[in-house]
């Protein structure tokens, strides 16, 4: 998980310059009647998102043709987001650009490690079609989590995945991404979650949803798996090493990852194998 601050985009101007190339006169001004209520939406938008509310927004599934707000309807929203926002050619491309190119260190702030090269809509825009251009909506993400996000949405607090521009900063600061070595002939890593004491119930599951929702555990694991040949490879030309050197080593690493990025696969990766006594005695070897 990376935090970004919030989009700087105004979304009333980003409404209305993706609305003004609508080609449909009739969709252009069911949409171009709502535009005065942009700022409300935003406003709205992002008040609960701060305090983790977005999943008391009602919503449901639309038909391309329901009306969503005002006389717009979900095509209206869907269409102002793919034919407006995505099509290269289109003057509101470059918004979808500059959300893109914000991506810290062009990483997807969802997993951490993917390459962010799609926007994703934190609240999906077929159960919620008024967000389709809202910029606080719109967060950079890799393919994998893009596909991997199911379309349930979050009916309860606890329900809802981590969103990059709004959560508090303990999600962020605090560990909750643990990992643990299988030992073996060929071993392997496990990521699990494990929050601070004293976190809510509610924060508890939400990294657990988090963690579910986006497959980390399996996807951190193949990352792991290369790191770790490596790391027994580096460490296995140091034959004189002993054990305690090694897990100095090693936890020298874990707390520059952590200093770095507390819920890296990496930092969780490098404690593990710091702490293990079998690993750092020749463990690394095989
Ligand atoms: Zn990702």
């Known amino acids: 998980m990376r935090r970004m601050s919030k989009p700087p985009l105004v979304a009333s101007k980003v409404f209305d310059s993706c609305v003004s190339t609508v080609s449909d006169a009739a969709s252009r001004a069911r949409l171009q009647a709502i535009s005065p209520t942009t700022p409300r939406t935003a406003t709205y938008y992002e008040q609960l998102a701060v305090n983790q509310g977005l999943y008391s927004i009602p919503h449901q599934t639309y038909q391309p043709h329901d009306v969503v707000t005002g006389a717009a309807t979900r095509k209206d929203f869907n269409d102002l987001y793919e034919l407006q926002m995505v099509v290269k050619s289109k003057p509101s491309r470059r918004y979808y650009d500059e959300l893109i190119a914000r991506a810290p260190a062009k990483k997807c702030p969802y997993c951490g490690f993917g390459h962010a090269r799609t926007l994703d809509h934190y609240l999906p825009k077929a159960k919620f079609p008024s967000y389709s251009v809202l910029p606080e909506n719109l967060v950079p993400a890799c393919r994998d989590c893009q596909s991997c996000k199911s379309a349930n949405v979050a009916v309860a607090a606890g329900d809802q995945t981590l969103h990059p521009y709004f959560d508090p900063n303990f999600f962020f600061t605090e560990r909750w991404l643990h990992a643990r070595l299988v ?28 963690f579910d929702a986006y497959e980390l555990g399996s996807r951190y694991a193949i990352e792991a798996g290369e790191e770790l040949t490596n790391i027994g490879a580096m460490l296995s030309i140091h034959i004189q090493k002993d054990a305690a050197s090694i897990k100095a080593e090693l936890h020298a690493q874990a707390a520059v990852e952590q200093s770095l ?23 690394f070897r095989v």
């Open 183 to 210: 030992e073996g002939a060929e071993p392997s890593i496990e990521f699990f979650v494990a929050c601070p004491e004293g976190w809510t119930a509610d924060a508890i599951s939400r990294v657990q949803n988090h």
């Open 261 to 283: 990025f507390p819920n890296s696969w990496k930092t969780a990766l490098y404690a593990a194998l710091s702490v293990n006594d079998w690993y750092c005695d020749g463990g």
